[in-house]
């Protein structure tokens, strides 16, 4: 669509902010609209997303987190247009100065993903039935996934030549039932701690965490956008994601993400019960496991060098996650150690 029929396209939507578009900048669902106001952002969603995220975005500016697009309203107050069949909704346009280094903006993306769930932060009551069933249906699949592994290690070995993937499944089964074993432990321990607890920690999760979602603008400040799928959820569903993308490369010690996990949890320190779950899900090799099922049920026509190369990416984030959650594991010990040598210091005082 040229420029002269995306004004004309747009026209009808701008009105209800009384902005009229001069030229308009095509980035996909988000066009740059230049005019006499302002430049401007105009987001299209579909309206199946609703409108809830924008209540989720104004709460937390009432709470003092304004390191969010701010969504402005139409004339007669509405915070969204819909105009053939789509949502649309403006903003300011944000130009994305990154002046600081990758680590000093990772940084500034987790501390300022901490201050958004301290802020939104709430107890919520828990019901205890459905935390167990949670904890069950966990525990069911982790065993259906250590009976899925112990049964293709035996078809494997039966063979009298394996191919090349069963050959390197073979090689990481010890890897992957170890990681699977940390993950029940980890989960388990969560349910006994949490069995009697009738309330949660809940918090506005943005629910599409990326660096690609976080623009800074021409003083060097971050702010956070496509907030769409925001609600209230446990902190680990922002951080998850986040972390699973950022391992899902050549094998390496990732200590930028352990950095900016502990730099996040500086500013919103994880109960007992959430560091149990994180670890957890962190520690769950389910990717992996995925290949080598998909693998197993299908029998005929398969891409060997295809599959070998998806576990082999697989295992390297295996290994990274690995190392993430060792590193982990180790700082928590640390600090337990001082918590219980200070302790011990201030009873031998008495």
């Known amino acids: ?38 430049i401007f952002a105009l987001k299209k969603v579909l309206p199946s997303v609703g409108t809830d995220f924008i209540r989720h975005v104004h709460d937390l500016y009432q ?18 247009v819909l105009h053939d069949q789509f949502l649309y909704y403006l903003m300011p346009w944000i130009a994305n100065e990154q002046k600081e280094n990758r680590e000093q903006q990772n ?15 709430k107890e919520i009551p828990i019901n ?15 065993e ?24 390197l499944f073979c090689l990481y089964y010890n890897q992957i039932k170890l990681a699977l074993g940390y993950s029940k432990t980890k989960l388990d321990e969560w349910y006994e701690l949490t069995k009697n607890e009738e309330k949660a920690r809940m918090v506005v999760v943005h629910g599409k ?23 209230y959820g446990s902190p680990i569903h922002d951080l998850l994601p986040y972390i699973s993308r950022a391992l899902n490369t050549n094998p390496k010690r990732n ?70 959650v060792s590193q982990l594991a180790k700082m928590e010990a640390q600090q337990q150690a001082e918590i219980q040598a200070a302790e011990e210091a201030k009873e031998g005082a008495q």
């Open 144 to 167: 259906k996934h250590e009976e899925f592994l112990d049964g293709f290690m035996d078809v494997c070995e039966s063979k009298t030549y394996m191919s090349p993937f069963e050959l």
């Open 255 to 324: 200590d930028q993400v352990v950095n900016s996990i502990c730099h996040y949890l500086k500013y919103f320190p994880f109960k007992d019960e959430e560091k149990l779950l994180f670890h957890s899900y962190l520690a769950y090799p389910i990717p992996i496991i995925q290949v080598a099922e998909k693998y197993y049920r299908k029998q005929r026509a398969r891409n060997e060098l295809k599959f070998v190369r998806q576990l082999q990416q697989r295992y390297w984030h295996l290994t990274n996650t690995e190392y993430v």
């Open 128 to 142: 205890k039935e459905e935390r167990t069933v949670h904890y069950e249906s966990t525990i069911g699949q982790i």
């Open 63 to 80: 709470k003092g987190f304004n390191r969010i697009v701010p969504i402005y309203p139409t004339m007669d107050g509405r915070y969204a």
């Open 1 to 38: 669509m040229n420029t002269h029929n995306q004004l004309e396209a747009l026209s009808p939507i701008l009105k209800h902010y009384h902005v009229e578009p001069h030229f308009v900048e095509d980035f996909g669902t988000v066009k740059k609209i230049y005019s006499s106001k302002g």
């Open 209 to 231: 965490l990326s660096s690609e979602h976080f623009l800074y603008d021409e003083r060097g400040y971050g702010f956070f956008i496509n907030f769409e799928n925001a609600r």
């Open 107 to 121: 940084q500034q993306l987790f501390r300022e993903l901490a201050r958004l769930h301290t802020l939104s932060a």
